[in-house]
């Protein structure tokens, strides 16, 4: 762009000053790919400087002198290209794709600087490999794009988002998520607001160079969303439709039968009077006289249904009913999504306006997240040295019925002989009510499911949350004199979200009450106001960049909810219908940030790069006596390609050393009133107010620091392979951290400035361009990162953390606990390992042996317990191919996370028996039995015991086939014919295989950073149609 | 122009770029500064109130139906016990005496932090409140004596579930709970266990205070204390302490003004605070039923169809009677005619706990039967058959129930009996047979249930451990099990206290 009016100067300039002996030159420029016109492309007359920009039909003309041989022909995304003057007036020029894009800009903090410059440490997603993947929610499409950047899809909720950690947890208590700025400013709202095809591109900024300008809340990294703008003087339509299915990406386990279920039943009956001192004879027949009390609802018409060897005496054939849960609520339903936008340039004046509507219905029975979005971005120049812009985007999202913990936890554990449908025995069929529909059956009789029924929920409850979303980034900039200039930006993020849920007046738990209604209206409203002053000047071979600013943010947020029960009619479900208040309530909350900034960048002859900054910060956070922060960085890059030595080297094109070391903020704590010591409200004692303490005081919390090193190397070789090395080191410093109390004081913790942690670990990124032919294209790209979690010093020796124990020197996400030593073939039962101590010399204690036991009580104390590894992968990453071949183009990515553990619970919940829960297909396979001596899990027991050991932790290396996407674009001479600039239609898949030991344990292996699951809605498989329209 | 445009610009930003540390002061809208708590006496009447409400509701961390406030507590007292059968639904984990009282699960810290919490905030209300000015003496001695009632009785639970009972604990010195009688500060450091005589000394000194400042006290409800349910606790120790003297002295001192709960109110339901025979208990309005508030409700927990006209309301069918406690009512006691046979699952239910129809069914804490039956039971010990048979007649006779003729030992064992007829589902079973050095033999029908398991008297299972996270944070507190360190043993059920 700047290129472009820089070229729109020269010509005007150079054309005044043209002298005679002259010819003029016509012809055009055009895509040596696809032969498309290249508009804005610039031509230059090495001889006398002379320029030239091709027009809207990519034709030029320009004027040369009778010493010039040769065009210098140049455009961004192409290489540059030396077109000889020959005798011909006319010359026309393809120019070849640049696959290294070595001149690209990006964008960084405040403002844009090219890609070769930068300091720092970031890279750049871009629209094309965002639109690849079918989500409602862009975080998820960055994994596997970006080194550095550790993305968990963990969520199959329609609009969720992707959990995303980037260089590693430098937080222990305080936020670990980045910050997400949008267009250029600090972002308050929904991520699923931004509709994906607004996006131009995403860059994330990794070390402290490269955030410190953001630095109060980049201690976790930032994520830049920038949304595109009108280029094209053409102006330019473009549409975009597409509809995809989805489905699990790794299948639930299988549900055991009802016949199934009563033999796992009777086994762990059985193993439990084995242990209560029955002989065999007595324990088999009394387990099978409890089996089908512990079931209670039996689909047979007999409760004689296992014998006293734990033999089935009923088939699956005798069903009354079978309870099919999976199948009645995980339906492949649609997700459309469609896409408008108006494009272009005209004179001074840059537009786009978007509209966009997206129904994403999931999997689950009436799960659906809906959205309509629409943007404008407009900017124009006023006067010559006044510009203004406005982007503002407006949202309307609902997200109905989503399936919470709960939903998976039921469909994991429901077994399949709770009907769906209440059963008549009498009549031998499901029950009817009077209008001859089926009665829900909500679990009454069914042990230890009372009031369960996920499908009767959704048919009758209603749970619905709906965000209306405007947010607006307004700018003036004025130059004061040339290189001068003041940019005043007013930003606000708004939006109300209110959430709706109606349990039903007629059906289930909340009949007796005649249902109840809950309602909550939240409103935010975030006002950012950012005055920048900037200095930019060439001297000679120096260039110059000074930036100045002062940015104030307030964040306000407001609520109101309230509940009401008794509707007196079905289908009402206002709260003014309802007989009875049962709550309101009502908040306000405040947020405030105050900053001044200033950065300084020099360069020097292409060679040398400098930058510095400064900053300090205010936040509403911490008292008056230390809420003031200070935040600092300095960086530098040497392209050592531009030296003379390197100069002739013609297959390095580029090699840059930089490194960086900064400081950056954390402000993040879970409470915006951190310092001060409260009471809570709202605790009445049934007549009148009351209130409890619900934090001490603490003056002295200030900043958490991330002290933040990178050392990297950039480099581009034979024209074909572009890649980086960093090294990168974030230390805490000042930790936020709950310093854990004793309970008995009343407390579990207060918040302190301690303890340290250390993230360190290498990223690597490389792009190759195996073809790069006109008709046949194809690239790769690989990326790995490797990274450390290291806590460098604690208050305390020790601090227990769950299942992980914090120690120095130790990763937060070490695991914790009794070693496990198998099954005992002889008895089924659980092992481990109990150490035997001994007294040294020095009169202390240490482990001496270790024994088995079979006992839990002896390996629950501390000094049994040991580390069992930690849920950090050691390498994780991406390795994406793309070709082209003529009008095809397919994109296979795939995602890889090697190492780390998962503590799998949605499994270990499903291999232990608990009275009425349904088990996994591996309790009757894989369970101890004296026919299977060697199991893997335990006998099957109703009164067994367990601790946290490394019995079910896994390894989770896991592969995922990401992305496969697979398109066609009509031919240039075709689409011509029909006025188009492009058609394309494609189909994707995303997430089409998994592979690894959680799938096959029907895990999905994305579940948390802390490597534990919690019965999440996973991932889903989507395969997607679309069409892509330009004109 | 362009320059009054950089004027307005310049100014602008100078109005912002004036540091302003008001602007930068938010203050949170629901919750209210701890410096503002103790100015008035109406404030620390709420941070009084807020006890209450923590109390009735406080999860303890644990955030499970089986553990919100004192109510799930008094339920998880009687399934722990011999008369109650669980058939599914979360209080089976005590029911089939699975290992809860381990300290590394989350009942035992749940439990804990649950009183500790409430004890920190009547510290705060003790410290503080004496420094009101402008108040009267007997406004600050209402607030007092009720935070010195609930502190004492915090620390009788805390007694109860984390040692053995008081008699034997006391005969080995057996290290009690840790006592804070400070507000907590971010310095303060855990405190070690003491002795168990330690604890018992701040229960006295704590009901002694209280019984002191609440004379002549009206309080504002009767879910709040006063003398009389000060007195009442006082009977409660002194009985397991087993001052028998003291105990019959208190509780007929309690009792004074209650009349006993008659026939018609035994029919009602259990779910009225006005009951005239009350001396403590919690209401429940439509904003805090505990039915609607998530599930398994108390009351829901029963298997009677929840309120008496039954409607859409659900019960969950979980808690049943054993037919061996079925078969210890004489044949008109009314007591015994609530109990009912349920012909599909072939167990014995109980019509006692009834809800109202609007869910807002009251509980009932401490009421004047108990006392009567604390009276007997002291009488019978000091040797006093004469009372002691004329009190437990006194109530058999409003129960229909067959007037006693034994004495002696037979006697104590009938009073010991008639409190598990008269007060099951109440909370007392598990303290009583603590106690009474019983232990649990469940007959009859348990073993269709997986309720079987025996545990034999002075069980450490009788004891929950010192939760986990408290030894981790609290150097005063070691993980070595007692008697060489801090902690209480655990393991098999048949391990027991020498």
């Known amino acids: 762009m700047k290129k472009f009016i820089l070229g729109i100067l020269a010509v005007v300039l150079f054309s005044v000053a043209a002298s005679a002996q002259t010819r003029t030159l016509t012809g055009s420029v055009k895509s040596a790919a696809d032969g498309s016109p290249l508009v804005g492309a610039t031509l230059q007359d090495k001889a006398t400087g002379q320029f030239a920009i091709t027009d809207l039909d990519s034709n030029f003309k320009i004027t040369v002198s009778e010493k010039s041989t040769s065009l210098l022909v140049m455009n961004l995304g192409f290489r540059d290209y030396n077109a000889t003057i020959g005798k011909s007036d006319v010359l026309n020029i393809a120019l070849e794709p640049d696959a290294l894009m070595l001149d690209e800009t990006m964008v960084i903090a405040y403002g844009q600087g090219k890609k070769t410059s930068f300091t720092g440490s970031a890279s750049v997603v871009k629209k094309e490999d965002l639109q690849k993947i079918a989500t409602s929610n862009v975080t998820q499409a960055l994994q596997g794009l970006s080194a550095g950047v550790q993305v968990i899809n963990n969520s199959g909720q329609p609009g969720d988002s992707g959990s995303i950690t980037i260089r590693g947890i430098g937080s222990m208590n305080a936020s670990s998520s980045p910050l997400y700025v949008v267009d250029g400013v600090a972002y308050s709202g929904y991520i699923n607001a931004i509709a994906p095809s607004d996006i131009e591109s995403m860059t994330v900024l990794k070390d402290a160079s490269a955030t410190a300008l953001y630095g109060s809340r980049a201690a976790n990294g930032v994520i830049v969303i920038t949304t595109k703008k009108g280029q094209n003087e053409n102006g330019k339509v473009s549409f975009r439709a597409t509809v995809g299915f989805a489905s699990l990406a790794v299948p639930l386990p299988r549900q055991l039968s009802p016949n199934e279920f009563a033999q796992v039943t009777w086994r762990s009956l059985y193993n439990a009077n084995i242990d209560s001192g029955m002989s065999p004879e007595e324990a088999g027949a009394q387990a099978a006289i409890v089996t089908p009390n512990e079931i209670k609802i039996l689909p047979w018409a007999t409760r004689n249904i296992i014998d006293a060897n734990g033999n089935p005496l009923v088939t699956d054939k005798d069903l009354l009913w079978y309870g099919d849960w999976r199948h009645e609520t995980m339906r492949s339903r649609p997700r459309q999504e469609y896409n408008v936008d108006f494009s272009g340039k005209k004179g001074e004046t840059n537009y786009f306006f978007s509209a966009g509507y997206l129904n994403d219905k999931g999997i689950f029975t009436t799960q659906e997240f809906d959205r309509i979005s629409g943007r404008s971005n407009v900017s124009t120049k006023v006067k010559p040295w006044l510009e203004v812009g406005s982007n503002t985007s407006f949202s309307h999202s609902v997200t109905d019925s989503p399936a919470g913990d709960s939903v998976v936890w039921f469909l994991r554990t429901v077994p399949t002989v709770n009907s769906i449908y209440q059963y008549d025995y009498n009549t031998g069929a499901y029950a009817k009510d009077g209008a001859g529909n089926y009665i829900y059956n909500y679990g009454l009789d069914n042990a230890g499911w009372a009031g369960w029924n996920v499908l009767a929920d959704a048919a009758y409850n209603n749970n619905k949350s709906t965000a209306d979303q405007i947010s607006t980034r307004n700018y003036i900039d004025a130059q004061i004199i040339p290189g001068l200039n003041f940019r005043s930006t007013i930003s606000i993020d708004y939006y109300i979200s209110k959430y709706d849920s109606y349990a039903s007046a007629e059906y289930g738990y909340t009949a007796g009450e005649g249902g109840n209604a809950y309602k909550s209206y939240d409103r935010n409203v975030a006002t950012t106001w950012t005055n920048l002053l900037t200095f930019n000047r060439a001297f000679g071979q120096h260039n110059l960049g000074i930036l100045l600013g002062q940015e104030s943010y307030m964040r306000d947020v407001t609520g109101l909810s309230a509940s009401r029960k008794g509707f007196p009619f079905a289908g009402l479900t206002e709260l003014s219908s309802a007989a009875t208040s049962v709550d309101s309530s009502s908040y306000t909350d405040k947020y405030r940030l105050l900053s001044f900034f200033s950065r300084l960048e020099y360069d020097y002859a292409d060679k040398y790069y400098v930058s510095a900054s400064l900053r300090s910060d205010a936040t509403s956070r911490f008292s008056p006596q230390s809420r003031w922060g200070m935040f600092w960085s300095a960086g530098a890059s040497w392209r050592i390609n531009n030296e003379d030595f390197l100069k002739d080297v013609r297959w390095i094109d580029n090699l840059k050393l930089k490194a960086s070391y900064g400081a950056v903020g954390n402000d993040g704590l879970n409470s915006w009133y951190c310092y001060q010591g409260l009471y809570a409200t709202g605790y009445n004692d049934l007549n009148n107010a009351g209130v409890v303490i619900s934090r001490l005081p603490n003056n002295g919390l200030k900043w958490e620091t991330n002290l933040q090193l990178n050392v990297g190397i950039d480099f581009a070789l034979f024209r074909k392979l572009t890649g980086s090395v960093e090294f990168f080191d974030r230390k805490s410093k000042d930790l936020l951290f709950t310093m854990p109390m004793a309970p008995s004081t009343g407390f579990g913790g207060v918040d302190r400035n301690i303890g340290d942690v250390s993230n360190y670990g290498v990223e690597v990124n490389l792009d190759y361009a195996v073809f790069n032919n006109q008709n046949f294209q194809w690239n790769m790209n690989f990326n790995l990162t490797h990274y450390e979690n290291v806590i460098t010093s604690l208050p305390q020796a020790e601090i227990n953390a769950d299942v992980f124990k914090w120690r120095e020197g130790q990763s937060r996400y070490n695991f914790w606990g009794a070693k496990y030593a198998g099954v005992n073939p002889a008895n089924g039962n659980d092992q481990y390992w109990r150490n035997i101590f001994d007294t040294d010399e020095d009169g202390k204690r240490v482990i001496v042996d270790r024994v088995l036991t079979e006992s839990t009580a002896d390996v629950t104390s501390d000094e049994q317990k040991q580390y069992l590894g930690s849920s950090l992968p050691d390498v994780f990453g991406g390795f994406t191919n793309n070709f082209r071949f003529y009008g095809i183009d397919l994109s296979v990515m795939l995602y890889y996370s090697i190492g780390g553990l998962l503590y799998d619970t949605d499994y270990s919940q499903m291999v232990n028996y608990r009275t009425g829960f349904s088990l996994h297909p591996d309790a009757l396979s894989k369970t101890w039995t004296p026919e299977n001596p060697n199991a893997e899990l335990p006998r099957l027991n109703k009164n067994a015991q367990d601790t946290f050991s490394d019995k079910y932790l896994y390894n989770n290396s896991f592969l995922r086939l990401r992305n496969v996407t697979l398109g066609y674009t009509l031919p240039r001479k075709a689409l011509d014919k029909m006025h188009m600039d492009q058609l394309r239609f494609f189909v994707q898949g995303d997430n089409l295989l998994t592979f690894g030991s959680a799938a096959k344990r029907g895990t999905d292996p994305e579940q948390s950073v802390s490597g534990t699951t919690s019965n999440r809605f996973p991932t889903t498989k989507n395969v997607t149609f679309g069409v892509q329209v330009t004109f | ?498």
């Not at chain 2, 310049?10 to 938010?26: D, F, G, P, Q, R």
């Not at chain 2, 009372?387 to 006693?404: D, G, H, K, V």
């Not at chain 2, 030992?409 to 909370?427: H, M």
Request: hydrophobic residues 35%; aromatic residues 14%.
């Open chain 2, 1 to 498: 122009m362009k320059k009054i445009f950089y004027a307005i610009l310049a100014t602008a930003s100078l109005m912002t770029a004036v540091s302003c540390e008001n602007w930068l002061t938010t203050n949170p809208s629901s919750s209210v500064s701890d410096s503002q708590v103790f100015l008035s006496l109406k404030g620390s009447q709420a941070a009084l109130n807020g006890c209450y409400n923590l109390l009735a509701f406080s999860y303890g961390g644990g955030g499970r139906p089986d553990t919100q406030g004192w109510v799930a507590q008094i339920l998880a007292n009687d399934v722990d016990g011999e008369d109650i059968i669980v058939n599914g639904g979360w209080y089976g984990y005590d029911y089939n005496m699975w290992g809860h009282q381990r300290g590394d699960i989350f009942k035992s810290s749940a439990l804990w932090f649950y009183y500790y919490n409430i004890i920190n905030n009547l510290n705060s209300i003790i410290a503080y409140t004496p420094q009101i000015e402008g108040v009267t003496e007997a406004e600050i001695a209402g607030v007092m004596g009720e935070a010195y009632a609930m502190r004492g009785w915090c620390y009788f639970n805390l007694a109860q579930y984390y040692q053995h009972t008081y008699v034997l604990a006391h005969e080995r010195n057996m290290p009690g709970v840790p006592i804070y009688t400070e507000p907590t500060t971010d310095q303060t450091e855990g405190k070690g266990r003491g002795t168990i005589d330690e604890t018992y000394d701040q229960i006295i000194s704590d009901l002694g205070n209280a019984e002191k400042y609440l004379a002549g006290y009206s309080r504002s409800a009767k879910n709040h204390f006063d003398q009389s349910v000060a007195q009442g606790l006082l009977a409660r120790v002194y009985l397991v302490m087993n001052d028998w003297e003291k105990a019959a002295d208190y509780a007929s001192k309690a009792r004074a003004g209650y009349p006993l709960t008659s026939a018609e109110d035994w029919d009602a339901g259990f779910n009225n605070i006005d009951t005239r025979s009350w001396m403590w208990g919690m209401m429940v309005d439509a904003e805090h039923t505990l039915e609607a508030n998530g599930d398994y409700g108390p009351f829901s927990m029963w298997t009677n169809y929840i309120t008496r006209d039954g409607g859409d309301f659900w019960s969950f069918n979980c808690f049943y009677l054993n037919d061996k406690f079925a078969e210890l009512f004489s044949a008109d006691d009314i007591r015994g005619k609530q109990i009912w046979w349920k012909e599909d699952v072939g167990l014995h239910c109980s019509n006692k706990f009834y809800d109202t129809s609007d869910l807002t069914g009251d509980f009932v804490f401490m009421r004047s039967d108990e006392m009567l039956l604390i009276e007997a039971e002291a009488k019978a010990h000091q040797g006093d058959d004469a009372t002691a048979a004329s009190l437990l007649n006194e109530l058999r006779a409003l129960r229909n129930a067959t007037p006693t003729q034994t004495i002696g030992s037979s006697l104590l064992e009938e009073i010991v009996t008639e409190r598990r007829k008269e007060l099951y589902g109440e909370g007392f079973a598990w303290f009583d047979i603590i106690r009474l050095q019983k232990g649990i033999t469940r007959d009859g029908n348990h073993s269709n249930f997986g309720g079987k398991t025996p545990v034999p008297a002075r069980s450490w299972r009788f004891v929950y451990q010192i939760p986990t996270n408290e030894i981790n944070n609290n150097p005063n507190i070691n993980s070595t099990y007692w008697p060489n360190g801090d902690q209480n043993p655990f393991g098999d059920v048949s391990i027991c206290l020498e």
